[in-house]
């Protein structure tokens, strides 16, 4: 620790360590608190297992674990915390269950919907590669890659661009083994194998919690400083489809420096988010609970259900998370609209990744393309759970739900916004259907029908599309699904002296 003596201090994403500068302590070793619990949580289940009077009415799974995070947090924890812990909680997240993707999971994304999808944006990736001057080095980043099928067809629709082919490395941010796994079958991986970074390499790693502003609760890999990469991926392998290098992180910080595609599919609206509400005691904060006598005496947000076990009450006051980010998305708005709002939504993590992603790029140079459902903002309360492809409510099925909420576009451009002497230019949003459209959707989907095998393939191939770019509201009754074509949006950002890129205009 060159000589420097290690101070251990806990931290939680609650309340205090909001805005806190942990940047700053770099010889200081913090606890995460999420670890904590886990150790917790086994520690219970131990004593559960052996028979004895502590086992005695302990609660197992996630509504176990949440209780049992609640209680040390003092009886309650934000909305931004039951997400991440529902989504990514190594032992009963949602996402760590393995394929949730597709007709046999809980929803279906727009690669699966059509080849087509990846295959528009891979021309978007080799127009980009083209306006960075042709470099003989591209990392294409791809952050949830689901099943892989987007990176796979986008590898298979640029096969024939020589240039970009041979520059092209994969960097693949994935958090779930199981779907690493999918996602190497699907790429046709070969030689895959794991790195250092997967083993434990007896304490030489530093975890570092950040702030709530820096990711709520995220770690960032210490080993090395400076700008360069921190770590390496954890697994790597060989795609058949293209002999392109695949490498899986779990994090930015690992993928090596050069210029940098971003893809960001769907991504977004899996972070965590923070919700306010307006009251006479100012913004205060959602929070869940599974304490009977505080969803008793506490101010509710909604009206519980003997069922329930969950309930979602709000903050006595404004917490330090109130004060620090709604002051900051209101700024700059038009005081009628600030006057109007009672609810609103707000991911630290998006805002973080936004910020961390314009700084690869200026950097590296490069561009970030983001894809997701959701509205220029500020919002409300959009929070969604989705399980067997119907909604169903945020506080049922903890762990077994996706979790999703609409993208606050507005809330990633004011983050560009607010350091205009940075070399990123933003752009959108705009919906996914002018993007794809410019893209030549149509040219390329004519072309996949006039080589169908059969009338069936070409309808389906034409149904797909149609899906992808369409307005329609769906029909619940006939089972037609709506369209994705105006929900969606698509904002993105390049490096300086880069032009306005394809279907931004």
């Known amino acids: 620790m060159d000589g420097t003596r290690a101070r251990l201090t806990t931290t939680t994403t609650t309340d205090a360590d909001v805005g806190a500068d942990v940047g700053a302590g770099a010889g200081v070793v913090a606890i995460d608190r999420g670890g904590l619990r886990r150790a917790l949580d086994r520690a219970s289940m131990a004593r559960g297992m052996g028979g004895g009077e502590h086992g005695k009415g302990e609660r197992t799974g996630m509504i176990g674990h949440l209780k049992r995070a609640m209680a040390f947090a003092g009886g309650s924890i934000p909305v931004s915390e039951y997400v991440r812990e529902c989504l990514t909680n190594p032992e009963h997240g949602y996402y760590m269950r393995g394929d949730v993707f597709g007709r046999d999971g809980d929803f279906v994304t727009s690669p699966e919907i059509s080849q087509v999808f990846g295959e528009v944006l891979g021309v978007w990736a080799a127009l980009q590669h083209e306006a960075l001057g042709s470099p003989g080095t591209l990392r294409v980043v791809e952050f949830g890659p689901g099943r892989g099928t987007l990176m796979a067809d986008l590898l298979r629709g640029t096969s024939k661009f020589e240039k970009f082919r041979s520059a092209v490395s994969v960097h693949l941010i994935e958090v779930s083994p199981a779907l690493r796994e999918v996602q190497a079958r699907t790429l046709r991986c070969v030689d895959v194998e794991t790195t250092s970074a997967a083993a434990d390499d007896g304490g030489a790693r530093v975890r570092v919690p950040k702030n709530a502003l820096e990711g709520e609760g995220g770690e960032v890999d210490k080993r090395s400083g400076g700008d360069g990469p921190s770590g390496e991926a954890h697994t790597r392998g060989t ?104 609810l609103l939504e707000l991911s630290p993590p998006s805002m973080t990744l936004w910020d961390k992603l314009a700084d690869r790029i200026e950097k590296n140079s490069g561009a970030v393309l983001a894809i997701d459902y959701g509205e220029e903002g500020p919002l409300g309360n959009t929070l969604e759970a989705i399980k067997d492809h119907k909604f169903v409510h945020v506080l049922d099925s903890p762990g077994e739900a996706d979790l999703s909420a609409y993208v606050d576009f507005g809330a990633l451009r004011q983050i560009v916004e607010e350091k205009p002497q940075r070399g990123v230019t933003c752009y959108g949003p705009v919906t996914q259907q002018q993007l794809l459209l410019s893209l030549g959707l149509v040219a390329r989907l004519e072309q996949l029908v006039e080589n169908a095998a059969s009338e069936d393939q070409a309808n389906a191939l034409v149904k797909g599309c149609e899906r992808l770019v369409g307005d329609g509201a769906g029909n619940a009754e006939t089972g037609e699904p709506p369209g994705m074509g105006v929900r969606y949006k698509a904002m993105c950002m390049v490096s300086r002296g880069l032009p306005k890129p394809v279907g931004f205009s």
């Open 239 to 342: 795609s058949e489809i293209s002999g392109a290098k695949v490498f899986w992180h779990d994090g930015l910080e690992s993928v090596p420096n050069g210029p940098t595609l971003v893809i960001c599919h769907e991504f977004f609206d899996a972070l965590p988010v923070r919700q306010f509400q307006r009251t006479d005691r100012g913004w205060c904060e959602k929070l869940v609970t599974i304490d009977a006598e505080l969803a008793s005496t506490a101010e509710t947000v909604e009206e519980t259900t003997p069922r329930r076990e969950l309930a979602m009450v709000l903050s006595p006051g404004p917490t330090p998370a109130s004060h620090m980010l709604v002051p900051r998305r209101l700024k700059g708005l038009p005081k009628e609209q600030v006057d109007s709002l009672r």
